[in-house]
């Protein structure tokens, strides 16, 4: 989820420290342990050193002594946070297909490539996701761990307090940790410390607005207007965390967000006072601490009007599935999102492929005030599927792209025969700036020239395109939603292609099974919400273009 920015604070060591403070707090973990029924005093939320996922600043060894690291397959996936000896909370969605036995938690963690002195780890006896978890909406992204033994508390090593019902939060500022990515698909430099970042809290209302109607009262946001620092994946789980008096008091778990740091689009954390109840059932006497957190700072205004969504004249408006693919930063050929997770375009953009390093997409998509934005994930795979000597490639991203719209393509063979009104999206080669332009040239599909038997090609009228081209989409429509027909299929080496009859385009339904087989495997974060459904004629037949275009603002 979120990437960070962090501003570094003092780090205060602790000298000379006298017996009495440690029986102190000797007594203290005792009265954990037991299960106190006060409230918790100096058992949780502090930090014994006195000591920064996305504009993020590194964080002092022991400055946030509660924030775990979680580990499968020897890596990092998300974070949590300690709330006793015994217990994790973390995000739902971190787990979707819970497997304990697989798991490893590092607390006591500064650095992911470097020796930890200060570290322990535990494996993990039980993983528990709230009961009203919903994977469509994020809503109750909650899980608890249970470690296999209790942990000793130490200076790097202490439980946080936990926001109890009925705390209030107004325009206070948050602060976040995790080790997740620095952007979308930008992991954390090397030896890659244990980030921080302060972030302020943003009004369920505006929030609401922001993410088109889907923030609950399970919620919280945070985050600046024009984007910036922000939580992002890897730091999923990971706490939010506030200081009153001395007490620092976790109020949200990393949850979501669309992309990472983006203007307008704060990071969206479950909010912990709603779960006290949840949580302190399944802990039983060993609780944690929770503190009612009373702000002092004045009320967000909640009489917030949603702008109505904007529909815009540029192409990150009208074509919001169409990607760049780029090679070392050289735009190689185009592609279109068919799902939260993978691009598809021409097998031959990837000739003489030489792995998936130096490979990147770009998304394009507007704004509220109809300005482009664009969002870069790096290549994790890329998969072919070859019939006939020419065939689509599947590129799987390294993250996904969240809440853009997926273009439905045609599995079924519909009837876009010759006389049939259609559309190619290719480079717009008259666009100046930076970034990236499609252009549409609307065109007529016709016979395919007598000496061209491949029975997956389908023809339009002859079009001029070049090299780059390659991977364009052939749109026709049914009803007012677009449908991809055909990708353009272009041999390495040549600049503009050689005259013909025709401009010949793969047909997308040859390939049902590969594309379903492939992009089904990996289930859309998105499943359910049905005008971002991939590859779904029900989709194609059940929604209009505007429909999608609402879809992404």
Not at 38 to 58: A, E, F, N, R, W
Not at 485 to 507: A, D, E, K, W, Y
Request: hydrophobic share 40%.
């Amino acid at each position: 989820m979120p990437s960070w920015i962090y501003k570094s604070r003092a780090i205060t060591e602790i000298r000379n420290m006298k017996m009495f403070w440690k029986l102190s707090l000797v007594f203290a973990v005792t009265l954990l342990t037991k299960g106190c029924d006060s409230q918790p005093g100096p058992v949780c939320g502090s930090v014994p050193l006195k000591t920064k996922i996305v504009g993020g600043v590194d964080a002092p060894a022991g400055a946030w002594p509660w924030q775990v690291s979680l580990h499968e397959g020897g890596s990092h996936f998300c974070g949590g946070s300690l709330i006793n000896n015994q217990w994790v909370l973390s995000a739902a969605h971190c787990f979707p297909e819970p497997n304990a036995a697989s798991l490893t938690v590092y607390l006591g963690r500064q650095f992911q490539e470097l020796s930890n002195p200060n570290e322990v780890s535990r494996s993990v006896s039980q993983i528990i996701i709230h009961p009203a978890y919903s994977r469509k909406t994020n809503d109750n992204d909650m899980a608890l761990l249970r470690l296999s033994s209790p942990v000793n508390f130490t200076n790097y090593i202490q439980p946080v307090c936990l926001a109890a019902e009925g705390s209030t939060f107004n325009t206070e500022t948050m602060w976040v940790t995790g080790w997740g990515t620095i952007n979308s698909g930008v992991p954390l430099p090397s030896p890659q410390i244990l980030q921080e970042v302060d972030v302020p809290l943003v009004g369920n209302s505006k929030c609401n607005c922001l993410y088109s109607g889907s923030i609950t009262e399970n919620m919280m946001c945070a985050g600046l207007s024009d984007g910036g620092k922000d939580s992002c994946q890897g730091d999923s789980g990971g706490p939010m965390v506030i200081k009153q008096g001395s007490r620092w008091i976790q109020a949200g778990v990393v949850s979501f967000g669309k992309g990472c740091a983006l203007a307008e689009y704060p990071g969206v954390y479950a909010r912990v006072s709603q779960y006290q109840q949840w949580i302190s059932g399944h802990i039983g006497a060993n609780r944690a601490g929770f503190v009612t957190f009373n702000s002092t700072t004045p009320v967000q205004d909640e009489n917030v009007d949603c702008p109505p969504p904007t529909v815009c004249g540029g192409s990150a408006a009208l074509w919001p599935w169409m990607a760049s693919l780029t090679y070392n930063g050289e735009p190689m050929c185009v592609g279109t999102l068919v799902s939260d997770r993978f691009v598809m375009t021409s097998a031959s953009c990837f000739f003489r492929f030489m792995g998936m390093d130096g490979w990147a997409v770009t998304l394009n998509f507007a704004q509220w005030d109809c300005s482009s934005s664009s969002l870069s994930v790096t290549v994790a795979n890329v998969l072919f599927d070859d019939i006939f000597g020419n065939g689509v490639a599947l590129v799987e991203l390294s993250s996904p792209f969240l809440y853009v719209a997926n273009l439905p393509v045609d599995m079924f063979d519909l009837s876009f025969g010759p006389g049939t009104q259609c559309s190619v999206v290719g480079w717009n080669s008259e666009a100046t700036g930076s970034e990236p332009s499609f252009l549409q040239v609307k065109t007529t599909i016709v016979n395919c020239d007598p000496s061209d038997t491949t029975p997956i090609n389908i023809c339009t009228e002859p079009l001029p395109v070049q090299q780059n081209d390659n991977g364009s989409p052939l749109l026709c429509s049914v009803g007012d939603m677009w449908i991809q027909t055909g990708i353009l299929s272009i041999s390495p080496g040549f600049g503009i292609l050689p005259q013909s009859n025709s401009t010949v385009f793969i047909r997308t339904s040859p390939f049902t099974y590969f594309l379903t087989n492939n992009i089904n495997s990996y289930p859309s974060i998105l499943d359910g919400v049905e005008s971002f459904s991939p590859l779904s004629l029900t989709c194609v037949l059940l929604l209009s273009l505007p429909a999608v275009l609402q879809a992404i603002y």
